[in-house]
């Protein structure tokens, strides 16, 4: 799958019953990696008796894949080599011709498909490395390690192996024989794939049960983003709508629990994200959550009526706005419409439907500290669900990696070569940065917080200000080190706005910010352990048991709970009293107690498909019976 599919391989000379081990190192066991399944599946029924995967994860001690990939005995390892996986394959090819000197190793992937002479001349180990797509590479050297004659006694000899060996195209190898060791051939580059002819890689849901399954519709962007690999491929290449629709009924069919299409800019060709997204809807399984990466910018008007339409969680979106000095957006060859992307975002924000991830990157050219505070405020601004705080990785083949020292972007020497510093920002001013971003992923993207944080906000003149005063807080404290708890992680919000004043909270501030971590809290989980916080229940111990006492013969507003009794109903849901009505927004604007306690019912069998919330009902009180999620 494009560059998925570049590896590195290591010889032992053909024989028959040889075995090819596909070898993928994930970043996470819910991750799953396209390019070896892709490979086995090009590579034909044929061959696929040869064809073995291996997978671990970057949280493998090295001597245990060491040892794996040694009791696993292969004839041929194939490396699928990434940013995230590099520095532990780099540790295995040092070790690797220790304990199997007769399995020397192939590389590749987009870590190592754009220096291989280099990585060639680097590890002496290395038998080749295949450059760009590797379907069609791979299916020719399976042949070369697994075909011929039964015993492949033609590989084993010098001229037979080295000629056919030259004759597969994309590939950069060790010329074999005494005194050859170093010199390094590279055969003409390979035409690009026909995405279409490609076989279907998921033929067995098994091996992915509890995982992510990636999904590609096309190859290749229109745009030219500096930063991005995908710009070197400039042509975007379709597959056939027809088969795209079968390949996707196959996921709807087995109830797959989320597929992340790879396309680069799924809604560049219009016709063909139509199709996809109409597909979808009208075959709608009720379950399965289907991930695209877009351009906002280019969202036409009957795009946005369609996903509209879509059941919620249906369709999560990833938009990659970056920046929004339009200084930057120029020269790393970005164009957008700013001002659209607000537009649509709010659109799509609207329906209530999708959940939205917009991305930003610090350390882009021309975009200082307050660039950067200011592209953080306009993205937060926009409310997406997730807002991921991202750093420049200088990734090697890339226009931005030639650029790197005009820029004066340092970078670290290894993966994933993340920025430093540039011409325009210090090293503190990204270290800045990187805790803002730490406060951004437990308080905003965790969805824990949706009620407490915009009652926090309104404290602080802007978003960036209120992260970076929440940073220092938890640097002084010692917490960035700590990793504190989920519930210690309320407490320390709490603690934090102890220092803060909530405009129009008089003289009820504490009490409003406990109330607002109780629903939060509850809103998500029917905690067994009260939290200190929490308001004390036993003045209403009794007007709560009534209320299900009730429930149970009436069904006013737990219909889904036939069958159980007052007691039951109680353990199974959550009442909660309030003096505020927190969980409105309006209450921000006047902060206001309510005449008499609120009794709130919060009903985790119903949940709100976007953000997983509780339905909650307020079941007493001036806003008697309203249901909210």
Not at 212 to 222: F, M
Not at 431 to 442: A, G, H, P, R, Y
Request: charged share 25%; aromatic share 12%.
């Amino acid at each position: 799958m494009g560059n998925f599919g570049a590896i590195v391989m290591i010889e032992k000379g053909a024989k028959s019953g040889m075995k090819i081990l596909l070898t993928a190192i994930n970043a996470r066991y819910i991750h799953s990696n396209p390019a070896v399944y892709s490979l086995r599946a090009c590579a034909g029924e044929k061959y696929r008796p040869n064809l073995e995967i291996a997978e671990y994860t970057i949280n493998y001690r090295g001597e245990e894949i060491l040892a794996d990939l040694y009791r696993k005995s292969p004839d041929v390892i194939a490396f699928s080599c990434y940013i995230w996986n590099w520095s532990i394959i780099e540790g295995l090819l040092a070790e690797l011709p220790k304990i199997m000197p007769c399995v020397p190793v192939w590389l590749g992937g987009p870590e190592v498909s754009y220096h291989p002479e280099e990585l060639l001349f680097k590890y002496p180990a290395v038998t080749g490395v295949m450059i760009g797509e590797g379907e069609e590479t791979f299916r020719e050297l399976t042949e070369y390690y697994c075909g011929g004659t039964a015993s492949g006694e033609e590989n084993r000899t010098a001229g037979g192996g080295e000629e056919r060996l030259h004759a597969i195209r994309g590939i950069a190898y060790r010329r074999s024989g005494p005194g050859r060791e170093d010199e390094i051939c590279r055969t003409p580059e390979r035409e690009l794939t026909d995405l279409s002819a490609l076989p279907f890689l998921y033929d067995d849901p098994g091996p992915f049960e509890n995982k992510i399954i990636y999904y590609e519709s096309s190859r290749g962007c229109p745009f030219r983003c500096s930063y991005c690999l995908s710009s070197i491929d400039k042509k975007v290449r379709l597959r056939d709508i027809d088969t795209v629709k079968k390949e996707l009924q196959f996921f709807l069919d087995h109830k797959i629990n989320q597929v992340k299409f790879t396309d680069r800019t799924f809604n560049c060709d219009h016709g063909h994200a139509k199709e996809i997204w109409r597909y979808l809807a009208e075959h709608d399984n009720g379950v399965t959550n289907f991930h695209f990466e877009i351009a906002a910018d280019i969202l036409t008007e009957e795009e946005l009526n369609i996903l509209a339409g879509l059941r919620p969680g249906l369709v999560q979106l990833e938009i990659g706005v970056q920046t929004v000095n339009e200084e930057t957006l120029r020269e790393i060859r970005r164009p957008s419409d700013i001002d659209k992307i607000r537009r649509v975002v709010g659109r799509i924000g609207e329906a209530h439907n999708i959940h939205v991830h917009l991305d930003l990157i610090a350390g882009l050219p021309y975009e200082d500290y307050e660039s950067f505070v200011h592209s953080f405020n306009s993205v937060f601004e926009m409310r997406p669900q997730q807002l991921q705080l991202g750093f420049l990785k200088v990734l090697k083949g890339s226009y931005l990696s030639e650029k790197a020292a005009d820029y004066g972007i340092r970078y670290t020497d290894a993966p994933p070569y993340e920025v430093l510093s540039t011409n325009w920002l210090s090293y503190e001013e990204l270290l800045t940065f990187k805790q803002v971003e730490s406060m951004v992923e437990i308080y905003y993207n965790s969805g824990q917080f949706t009620c407490t944080l915009p009652l926090v906000r309104t404290a602080f003149p802007d978003a960036f200000t209120m992260f970076l005063q929440l940073a220092d807080f938890y640097r002084e404290k010692g917490y960035l080190l700590t990793s504190p708890s989920r519930v210690d992680r309320y407490l320390a919000l709490l603690d934090f706005a102890g220092n803060i004043k909530l405009p129009d909270a008089s003289s009820g501030q504490e009490e409003i910010l406990r109330q607002a971590l109780t629903f939060d809290l509850y809103l998500r989980e029917n905690m067994k352990s009260r939290p200190a916080f929490a308001k004390d229940l036993m003045p209403y111990k009794q007007r709560i048991r009534d209320y299900y006492r009730k429930e149970a013969e009436i069904r006013h507003d737990l219909q889904d709970y036939a069958g159980y009794d007052g007691r039951q109903l109680a353990k199974m849901t959550h009442m909660e009293v309030f003096d505020y009505p927190v969980w409105e927004p309006d209450f921000r604007k006047h902060m206001k107690k309510s005449d008499e306690p609120l009794m709130v019912l919060f009903d985790y069998g119903t949940r709100n498909a976007l953000t997983y919330e509780a339905r909650h009902v307020v079941v007493s009180g001036e806003k008697e019976r309203i249901s909210y999620g």
